[in-house]
């Protein structure tokens, strides 16, 4: 099938009680992997691209393999997302080329300019047929060209439910990511965080059947880190969001869950073993491949964990 917006499936999310998988993709590997646990579950699907991504891959690029993952798997929905757009300009470029979702990221900005950018990407984006995330509070952490509040910070900067509902009716967005306390990155955190499910709480009592989006939602998987740090990385800090955590949150209104991180570890680590272990290899089909396997394994077990598995068919 064709390319999808979010709609439907944040519709069967909130209603049943899960999340879907929104991860971050940067070349054919890593979208293969993801597309490879979506379609031996029959899982939907939200493929990211963020602006460090277009960059690295030119978006002809990515755009033909996305579309390919689409076209072998015409029974799974899948989403284009533009992760983290940072000026009108951007989302109007993604809506031209053919993404099906796209984020305006105005939390830095005060509120009152927050809501007039993301208003009027909300007014493109609709006339052409494509839905619109914003955001509304400030996460922790580092990635890519974003950049949060420090960790020690993060539950002061949490998203304020009034200004939520004054938010989503001022612009008229299709999904919020809000700051619950999470963080970006694979340094997430100096010990284990608490998410505040009260703030998603308050806001889902303030605006029903609103899909809310969780970012900085990788989980920093110790197998990966523990391979990375064996074979020569240096990553022991790295802390993420518990598992549980998430599926909590996937339960209540959290509609769309972000992954990013957990993927880069995934691959990181399966080249680090093989080149550790292999030091002859030269072959990039020889420690890529592994790494897709890492990735299709990680995002299977993900899927679990969202409670999105096997519901392409409700999400379509």
């Known amino acids: 099938m064709p390319l999808v917006t979010t709609k439907k499936m944040f519709d069967a999310a909130y209603k049943n009680g899960y999340a879907i998988g929104a991860f971050n993709v940067n070349n054919m590997e890593i979208t293969q992997g993801i597309v490879n646990a979506i379609a031996k579950t029959k899982s939907p699907l939200i493929l990211q691209v963020s602006k460090g991504a277009r960059k690295y891959a030119n978006m002809n690029y990515l755009k033909a393999i ?9 029974d799974i929905p899948i989403a284009m997302h533009l992760d983290h757009g940072d000026s009108f300009e951007t989302c109007k470029q993604c809506v031209d080329d053919g993404f099906t979702s796209v984020m305006i990221d105005g939390s830095h900005h005060e509120l009152e300019e927050n809501i007039a950018i993301t ?9 052409h047929g494509v839905v619109v995330e914003a955001e509304l509070g400030q996460l922790g952490g580092i990635e890519e060209d974003v950049v949060g509040v420090s960790s020690e910070d993060v539950m002061k900067h949490l998203t304020n439910p009034d200004q939520a509902v004054e938010f989503v009716e ?28 009260d703030v998603i709480e308050k806001i889902s009592e303030k605006i029903p059947e609103f899909p809310l989006v969780m970012h900085g939602s990788s989980s920093v998987l110790p197998e990966f880190k523990d391979l990375i740090n064996k074979y020569g990385g240096d990553m022991p800090d790295a802390m993420g969001v518990p598992e549980e955590a998430i599926t909590e949150a996937s339960k209540m209104a959290i509609c769309k869950v972000n ?14 073993e093989v080149f550790a272990t292999n030091p002859s290899e030269f072959d990039p089909r020889k420690y890529l491949g592994p790494g897709r396997d890492a990735i299709e394994n990680m995002v299977l077990h993900k899927l679990e964990v969202l409670g999105c598995s096997g519901k392409a068919a409700e999400c379509r």
């Open 66 to 74: 996305i579309d390919v993952a689409a076209e072998q798997n015409p």
């Open 119 to 127: 208003k009027k990407v909300v007014e493109y984006a609709h006339d």
């Open 170 to 197: 001022k612009t008229g967005v299709d999904s919020l990511a809000i700051a619950c306390g999470t963080s970006h990155g694979a340094y997430k955190f100096k010990e284990a965080p608490k998410l505040a499910y």
């Open 259 to 272: 992954i990013d991180t957990d993927l880069r570890m995934a691959l990181t680590a399966k080249i680090r």
